[in-house]
């Protein structure tokens, strides 16, 4: 079975997949301090907990945050006696070409998403995630990955308002009714929401035109339901879409 892990800047998310299907997934806050055997206590806690019994002889790490890679490294070496393959290392190959910028990083989960994109839809995507930061990923129709947009996420943009402004609340996004705010709480959850519909439609229509083709856009985070209630941009939601990918590239590199 494979161990497949999505180190994110905020959450990482680690996911048991047995060839068929994911049999759990498991979330837990990104911290470099955290030891390899931290990891362990943790996830065989939770996997008794749910009555798992998993036999796990291969992982694959994505990760934006390249300090938490030494100590998943270790936790996969010592705790199922495998060399994790990473996602980004030259020794990963991806079943897709990278177009951008020479000596450019990509984040590696820009990468997965893509890959994942173009195994289920084909080419000619735009694949919006909503993380720490909310990435546009543009997929070309030979499933290359050309580049995109980057903008900051939703809760980023509430915690700086609130950082930033002494008068204005934490506050978390949800739909507002009306546009027009009449408290404070709801002015700021008018101007977050509405706003970032706005991004999302703006930026999307200009890659649409910017790529001169017909495009499907897949959404996908934590955040992309709520989004998908005020726009009608998103042709899909994928839920596990960067654990997809992952164990799209694990079979890529075995075949080799
Ligand atoms: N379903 C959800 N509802 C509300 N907030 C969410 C949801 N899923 C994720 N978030 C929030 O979105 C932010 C980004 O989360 P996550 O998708 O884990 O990002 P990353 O992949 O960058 O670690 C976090 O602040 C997280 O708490
Ligand atoms: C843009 C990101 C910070 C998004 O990360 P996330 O929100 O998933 O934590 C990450 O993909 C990254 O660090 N990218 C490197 C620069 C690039 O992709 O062009
Ligand atoms: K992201």
């Excluded at 308002?161 to 739909?175: M, S, Y």
């Excluded at 009714?177 to 700021?188: A, S, Y």
């Excluded at 101007?191 to 996908?220: D, P, Q, S």
């Amino acid at each position: 079975m494979l161990l497949a892990i999505d180190c994110g800047n905020t959450n990482t998310v680690f996911s048991i997949w047995d060839g068929q299907r994911f049999l759990c997934t498991l979330r837990t806050s990104t911290e470099h301090q955290r030891t390899a055997d931290q990891y362990f206590v943790w996830f065989s806690t939770l996997l008794n907990h749910f009555g798992i019994k998993a036999d796990i002889d291969g992982v694959i790490i994505s990760s934006t945050v390249p300090r938490v890679v030494f100590n998943l490294r270790v936790f996969s070496d010592r705790y199922f006696g495998c060399r994790p393959l990473v996602v980004g290392k030259p020794e990963c190959r991806l079943p897709v070409d990278v177009r951008v910028d020479a000596g450019t990083q990509v984040g590696p989960d820009r990468l997965v998403n893509t890959v994942a994109g173009y195994d289920l839809y084909g080419g000619d995507l735009i694949i919006v995630d909503f993380g720490t930061a909310t990435t546009f990923d543009v997929v070309d129709t030979d499933g290359a990955y050309i580049g995109g947009v980057i903008a900051p996420g939703v809760n980023l943009s509430l915690q700086a308002l609130h950082e930033a402004a002494a008068a204005l609340p934490h506050i978390d996004v949800t739909k507002p009714e009306r546009v027009i705010g009449t408290n404070t709480v709801d002015c700021m959850q008018s101007g977050v929401f509405w706003g970032y519909v706005g991004l999302i439609n703006g930026i999307c229509e200009r890659i649409k035109a910017e790529h001169g083709r017909t495009m499907k856009v897949i959404a996908t985070g934590g955040l992309a339901p709520l989004f998908q209630q005020g726009t009608d941009m998103f042709d899909m939601f994928e839920d596990k879409l960067t654990m997809h990918g992952l164990t799209v590239i694990f079979e890529h590199n075995k075949e080799g």
